[in-house]
Structure formats: structure tokens, C-alpha cells
T-cell receptor, first 115, second 114 residues
Framework: DARVTQTPRDKVTEMGQEVTMRCQPI?????VFWYRQTMMQGLELLAYFRNRAPLDDSGMPKDRFSAEMPDATLATLKIQPSEPRDSAVYFCASGLAGGFYNEQFFGPGTRLTVL | SQKIEQNSEALNIQEGKTATLTCNYT??????LQWYRQDPGRGPVFLLL?????KEKRKERLKVTFDTTLKQSLFHITASQPADSATYLC?????????????FGKGTKLSVKP
């Protein structure tokens, strides 16, 4: 049963600390997305990759967020330094060629709390 | 700016009835519209995709309509069951450029009472 995995599932940290979230997309999927979900804003796209190349990261605060795909089996989202307003659930999703025109498979999310 | 609205934050219905959820959009020319289900503590799960030239799509007890004139999609669950209780999200994709990304509504929380 192929699924997207994310680690950690929960993260509590203090303001100013670095946070790294990891995602393993479904094998064979060539598009990877990072989303952030809050009660106020709902689900927002942060960045997405196709064939490991970043296509759009306009949804990310550039000064503190960075997203990478070191290889086809790993995507990372890093926040440095973290701030309380970054508290949210971060989802990774993967899909096949066609990107947003195909269904996306979401991971279970990382719940981040920045104190 | 592009805007997606789902008719209400919460919808309560009785088991066996048909649940109808609404997704309206403005300042948008979507190519595709998708519906996802999200349970507490979990990621969204894809349910249905409908293209702009399709009026209706069905899958088991689910039906989606897409009216580009009204700028609206309706999502129906017939013979609803308590297991259908969840938050349902609609999402739109345009034809590229600034509208090429998938934009989600904030969701409608459906509760089906036995």
C-alpha cells in the first residue's frame, strides 16, 4: 500500500530554532508539493517540485524557509529561524506528471508548534 | 484576487439523507476542480476530479457538478452514513501562470447523525 510518509509527526520547538521536516514521496511519483494548513488560512501551497527541480516556491517566506529534494525519495522543508507564526500543520503530497491536473496523495502531516 | 468559498463551515444532516456541499469561486477560470476528504489529524484524500467541459461526474454515492457559468460546484453524498462525517475541501486549478497552482477552499465539516 504505497503512501507518502512524513517525519516527524509532531514537533515542538522554541522560537529561533531550526526545524527540518522530511517527506518520502510515493515511489514513481515525480511531483512533490509542500502545503501548510492553519485554521485561519486553510491549506496553502508553499512549494512544489517536478523531477526534483523546484518549479514554484512563491508561497514560502524566502528569508526563513527553504525546500529541497536531495534525491527522488526525499524532500525536505526547513525553517530557520522558526517563529511562533509558523505554527501549523505541514503537509507533503506527491503525484504523477501533470502536477495540479492530477490527484495528489497527501502524507499525514507534521504538526509544528513554535513557542 | 482569486477566491474560493465553501458554503458553510459546518453541515449537519441525518443518516440516509443526501448531503450537498457548495464551492463557489470568483476571479478564476479553472481548468479542473477537485474534491478531497480530510479526517481529523490526517492529510486530505482525493475523491473526484472534474474538468471544465464536464457537467457532472459520479463515483459510487458521490456526485460532483461543475457549472462554469454560475462559477459553482456542488458535491453530493447520497444515502449518507456516519462514516461520511469529515471535512470536505474543494480545490481549483487554472491554466497556468498565476492560476496554475492548486488553490483550496477552507472546507465544510460534515456531520452525519445516526
Amino acid at each position: 500500500d504505497a503512501r507518502v510518509t512524513q517525519t516527524p509527526r509532531d514537533k515542538v520547538t522554541e522560537m529561533g530554532q531550526e526545524v527540518t521536516m522530511r517527506c518520502q514521496p510515493i515511489l514513481g511519483h515525480n511531483t512533490v508539493f509542500w502545503y501548510r494548513q492553519t485554521m485561519m488560512q486553510g491549506l496553502e501551497l508553499l512549494a512544489y517540485f517536478r523531477n526534483r527541480a523546484p518549479l514554484d516556491d512563491s508561497g514560502m517566506p524566502k528569508d526563513r524557509f527553504s525546500a529541497e529534494m536531495p534525491d527522488a525519495t526525499l524532500a525536505t522543508l526547513k525553517i530557520q529561524p522558526s517563529e511562533p507564526r509558523d505554527s501549523a500543520v505541514y503537509f507533503c503530497a506527491s503525484g504523477l506528471a501533470g502536477g495540479f491536473y492530477n490527484e495528489q496523495f497527501f502524507g499525514p502531516g507534521t504538526r509544528l508548534t513554535v513557542l | 484576487s482569486q477566491k474560493i468559498e465553501q458554503n458553510s463551515e459546518a453541515l449537519n444532516i441525518q443518516e440516509g439523507k443526501t448531503a450537498t456541499l457548495t464551492c463557489n469561486y470568483t476571479n478564476y477560470s479553472p481548468a479542473y476542480l477537485q474534491w478531497y476528504r480530510q479526517d481529523p489529524g490526517r492529510g486530505p484524500v482525493f475523491l473526484l476530479l472534474i474538468r471544465e467541459n464536464e457537467k457532472e461526474k459520479r463515483k459510487e454515492r458521490l456526485k460532483v457538478t461543475f457549472d462554469t457559468t454560475l462559477k459553482q460546484s456542488l458535491f453530493h453524498i447520497t444515502a449518507s452514513q456516519p462514516a461520511d462525517s469529515a471535512t470536505y475541501l474543494c480545490a481549483l486549478t487554472g491554466y497556468g501562470g498565476s492560476q496554475g497552482n492548486l488553490i483550496f477552499g477552507k472546507g465544510t465539516k460534515l456531520s452525519v447523525k445516526p
